[in-house]
T-cell receptor
Framework: GENVEQHPSTLSVQEGDSAVIKCTYS??????FPWYKQELGKGPQLIID?????GEKKDQRIAVTLNKTAKHFSLHITETQPEDSAVYFC?????FGQGTILTVHP | DAGITQSPRYKITETGRQVTLMCHQT?????MFWYRQDLGHGLRLIYY???????DKGEVPDGYVVSRSKTENFPLTLESATRSQTSVYFC????????????FGPGTRLTVL
């Protein structure tokens, strides 16, 4: 089955800094890589995703990059704001990473 | 437009009791999923369903039973609850295909004493 590793488990940044979260996966057949944001007391919500035929995708301050050869993909958040504070999960197939707690300090 | 709902939102039970967590979606999505969320483990798939009357095991199915007699409902039953099943349970759905964007419910926090 698929195995997904996510790092770091916690990330603390100052408002305005960039944040990067990385994931690796094991199954070369995986071709869809979503990122979810989970706020306290709520279910995860998709923020951005990428398919294997694309190397990078951007949506305003959020971007995802994919390296299929190395089997890793990353979430990049620029100009972080306090409201970006949350838990972020990557996924491949139906396997989720362990989550990253992002804290943005004003 | 209710989307996907779960009930109850909070449940306390005792070891050995049977508990059923409900999940209902109003979109007629074909795929539905049950996950449990524990610190340090992220979200782990318990069971999923591709359509009514079609269910499959996920990563951690032991101790759980599911059914899907109607497309919109996907209940999860703990036949004899154990303390290790204390967790937050999330239901999710996707409109088509197993590997697309998942829409999650608000979760059920279950405590087994």
């Amino acid at each position: 089955g698929e195995n997904v590793e996510q790092h770091p488990s916690t990330l603390s940044v100052q408002e305005g800094d960039s944040a990067v979260i990385k994931c690796t996966y094991s199954d070369s057949a995986s071709n869809y890589f979503p990122w979810y944001k989970q706020e306290l007391g709520k279910g995860p919500q998709l923020i951005i995703d990428i398919r294997s035929n694309v190397g990078e995708k951007k949506d305003q301050r959020i971007a995802v990059t994919l390296n299929k050869t190395a089997k890793h993909f990353s979430l990049h958040i620029t100009e972080t704001q306090p409201e970006d504070s949350a838990v972020y999960f990557c996924a491949a197939r139906l396997t989720f990473g362990q989550g990253t707690i992002l804290t943005v300090h004003p | 437009d209710a989307g996907i709902t779960q009930s109850p939102r909070y449940k306390i039970t005792e070891t050995g009791r049977q508990v059923t967590l409900m999940c209902h979606q109003t979109w007629s999505h074909s795929y539905m999923f049950w996950y449990r969320q524990d610190l340090g483990h992220g979200l782990r798939l318990i069971y999923y369903s591709a359509a009514a009357d079609i269910t499959d095991k996920g990563e951690v199915p032991d101790g759980y039973v599911v059914s899907r007699s109607k497309t919109e409902n996907f209940p999860l039953t703990l036949e004899s609850a154990t303390r290790s099943q204390t967790s937050v349970y999330f239901c999710a759905s996707t409109p088509s295909g197993a590997f697309g964007e998942q829409f999650f419910g608000p979760g059920t926090r279950l405590t087994v004493l």
